[in-house]
C-alpha cells in the first residue's frame, strides 16, 4: 500500500531500477560503441519525446541489447547504424512510437474534432 502511494509521487521504482541497470550496462560497452550509444540516446530522447517511463525503458534495454550484441560480435559501428545515423534512429525510434507525446496530441485532436463536428456528420 505505501509503495503504491511512493510510486504516485516518484514514478515507478521498478523502472527506475531498469534504468540504472541500463546505465551501467552501457558503461560496460567499448569506448567506441558506448559513444555511439550516448549520442542515439540523446537523440532519441530529443526527437523522440518518449513520455511514457515503460516505453522509454524497454527502448533504452533494446539499444543496449543492439550494442552489446554488435560489439561482442565486432561488427564496426557503421554496420549498426549504417551511413545514415539520423535515419537509423528515426527508424528506431518508430518501433515505440505508443510512448510518444505527439501521439497523446493526436489523439486529443481527433477527439475535439470529433466532438464539435461529429462522427463523419457535418454540424
Known amino acids: 500500500m505505501s509503495m503504491a502511494w511512493v510510486e504516485q ?3 515507478s521504482l521498478e523502472q527506475k531500477k531498469q534504468y540504472r ?9 567499448p569506448a567506441h ?3 555511439a550509444t550516448d549520442a542515439l540516446e540523446r537523440y532519441l530522447m530529443y526527437f523522440g519525446a518518449i513520455t511514457k517511463g515503460d516505453v ?3 527502448m533504452l534495454e533494446d539499444l543496449a541489447d543492439l550494442f552489446e550484441q554488435g560489439a561482442a560480435a565486432g561488427t564496426p559501428i557503421r554496420a549498426i547504424v549504417g551511413t545514415d545515423p539520423v535515419g537509423f534512429a528515426e527508424e528506431f ?3 515505440y512510437a505508443e510512448g510518444q507525446w505527439i501521439n497523446k496530441e493526436r489523439e486529443r485532436l481527433a477527439k475535439s474534432i470529433d466532438a464539435v463536428a461529429g462522427n463523419g456528420q457535418q454540424p
Open 21 to 29: 541497470a541500463y546505465k551501467e550496462r552501457k558503461k560496460q560497452l
Open 93 to 95: 525510434l518508430a518501433n
Open 33 to 35: 560503441y558506448r559513444t
Open 9 to 11: 509521487i516518484t514514478g
Open 56 to 58: 522509454m525503458v524497454n
